[in-house]
């Protein structure tokens, strides 16, 4: 560290005693120099921040904001609560889709609950494709630039509080928990806790799975599936499945056990709003079974749950990537752009056999977290938990199901013995119930994430069950525990069926 900046960071620690010092130590964080790296803001903000996009401004106590840039293009801030009020961590959150943005509101979340936070746009802005087609940028991307954010965070806090923090958190979900992900296997030195909720780990076949389900309704005439249509085909598999597990309340505990077929709604003669077209009881199937190579059969990536269908009020089911007219977006712009490097690619074109080969060599190692070896994780000292919304529209669950699966078997092969429990040393999953993609459905989507990673790194209380809540006009209306996988939630047979006490945990039939 050079001269100049241990000159500051004494400067701040000797001024921090007072609230009035530290905040007029904010703007001297604008000379920090760093590596690679310029700061271009370093500002007093309280009560309130305006950020950019957002329709209200953001609720945060009085805080250091400090914005820079890591080169080429890697924006990133980091939000300083006052000495007073610093818990004594860092909470790193990340992003989702293709990133573009700072994350604002999760940035406040953590601040208010005395956390110092950084959040990076990884590297370019969301009204910008040109970065698709730079192989740098997309490397930033794929994991650079969430380490660099976190390095910059480390030194950032280290020069404002005159200490590193003690303990550094990173929480994310969707590309967040794939970030998540990509810091355990890439940098375990990074964090001593990660939460890494919906990951896409398997970027690039998420995304040929997402087209699947595109190719599926939107090849052949016929196909497409409605709004109303899925609301029918929810409640045909709940009518069958819900009560399986002890309780109707329209949550499958788990989808995998329901043995809803398509064709049980095929209508006998013409078309009505109880029935299914021939090309969409095909469309269901395919949706269903997941991504598979057309020729060899080989499973690509696996598909939706049943039960996640949706389409109430306020849970948009499979509406979330299906609207009867084109792909998903960003998989255009994942396929097409990045793997083929063509913007004007169409999506019709894929061959779910050839081209799955092309796509990969091009991105897989840039983009997937896919390496089940955390050794040196777990070495560090570091935990990871993981969850995903068993009705998630967005991300297949059943892809976090089965790279939880392949870290257990590597640590079996690798260490001999019990794998899950090895694995269990340093990690837990939960999957939850009727949720959707990182939040809403039918199920409980709301918990403590970071009091149970917290607690886990700190105090070395492993996690059994944790209470999730569904929130309605800021009322509870049900809780239910969310247990470590395997294990499932079961209704011990009396009691109110929203009320998490009256569950227990237990391995699956």
């Avoid at 299906?322 to 998903?328: A, I, S, T, V």
């Avoid at 999953?429 to 809403?440: D, I, Q, S, T």
């Avoid at 509870?476 to 294990?487: E, G, K, N, S």
Wanted: aromatic share 8%; with cysteine; net charge neutral.
């Amino acid at each position: 560290m050079s001269k100049p900046i241990i000159a500051l960071a004494a400067a701040v620690a000797a001024a921090a005693c007072t609230t009035q010092a530290s905040a007029a130590t904010c703007a001297d964080l604008a000379r920090l120099a760093l590596p690679d790296a310029k700061i271009t803001t370093a500002e007093s903000v309280s009560g309130s921040f305006a950020a950019p996009g957002m329709p209200q401004p953001l609720k945060v106590p009085a805080i250091c904001r400090v914005a820079g840039v890591v080169s080429p293009a890697i924006k990133f801030e980091v939000w300083l609560p006052e000495v007073a009020t610093w818990n004594g961590r860092l909470q790193s959150v990340g992003g989702g889709g293709l990133a573009g943005i700072i994350s604002y509101p999760a940035l406040a979340l953590a601040v208010n609950a005395g956390y110092a936070s950084a959040s990076t746009d990884t590297g370019h802005e969301a009204s910008d494709s040109a970065w698709l087609d730079d192989r740098q940028r997309v490397i930033d991307y794929g994991y650079r630039a969430i380490h660099e954010m976190t390095l910059k965070a480390k030194a950032v806090i280290d020069a404002y509080y005159g200490k590193s923090p003690q303990y550094s958190y990173f929480n994310g979900c969707s590309t967040g928990g794939r970030q998540g992900l990509m810091e355990a296997q890439r940098f375990p030195n990074d964090y001593d806790g990660i939460i890494s909720g919906a990951p896409v780990n398997t970027f690039t076949r998420l995304h040929m799975g997402q087209l699947w389900t595109a190719h599926a309704t939107l090849a052949e005439p016929g196909s497409v599936l409605t709004r109303d249509d899925l609301a029918m085909v929810s409640k045909a598999v709940l009518a069958q499945c819900d009560a399986a597990d002890g309780v109707t309340d329209g949550i499958l505990t788990d989808p995998r056990t329901c043995g809803f077929k398509p064709q049980q709604l095929a209508c006998s003669s013409a078309k009505t709003e109880s029935c299914l077209q021939p090309g969409q009881v095909k469309a269901l199937d395919m949706i269903y079974q997941g991504a598979r190579n057309p020729r060899t059969g080989v499973q690509l990536y696996p598909g939706l749950e049943r039960g996640g269908e949706g389409q109430e009020p306020g849970n948009p089911g499979w509406g979330l990537i299906m609207n009867g007219k084109e792909p998903f977006s960003i998989d255009n712009a994942v396929l097409g752009s990045m793997g083929f490097r063509n913007p004007k690619w169409d999506w019709k074109t894929f061959d779910f056999d050839k081209d799955v080969a092309i796509v990969d060599a091009k991105l897989f190692g840039v983009l997937n977290a896919v390496d089940p070896d955390l050794r040196d994780f777990k070495s560090h000292g570091g935990k990871l938990v993981i969850y995903h919304g068993w009705s998630d529209p967005g991300v297949m669950p059943q892809r976090t199901v089965e790279f939880y699966q392949e870290m257990i078997d590597f640590a079996a092969k690798a260490h001999g013995g019990d794998g899950r429990a090895y694995t269990s040393e340093y990690s837990r999953l939960y999957m939850m119930p009727g949720m959707g993609h990182c939040r809403g459905g039918n199920g409980p989507d709301d918990a403590d994430w970071m009091g149970m990673i917290t607690g886990w790194v700190e105090k070395g209380k492993a996690p059994e069950s944790v209470t999730a809540r569904k929130l309605q006009d800021g009322k509870v209306t049900m809780t239910r525990p969310l247990c470590p996988h395997p294990q499932a939630a079961r209704y011990k047979g009396k009691g109110d069926p929203n009320d998490a006490a009256n569950f227990e945990c237990a391995a699956p039939k």
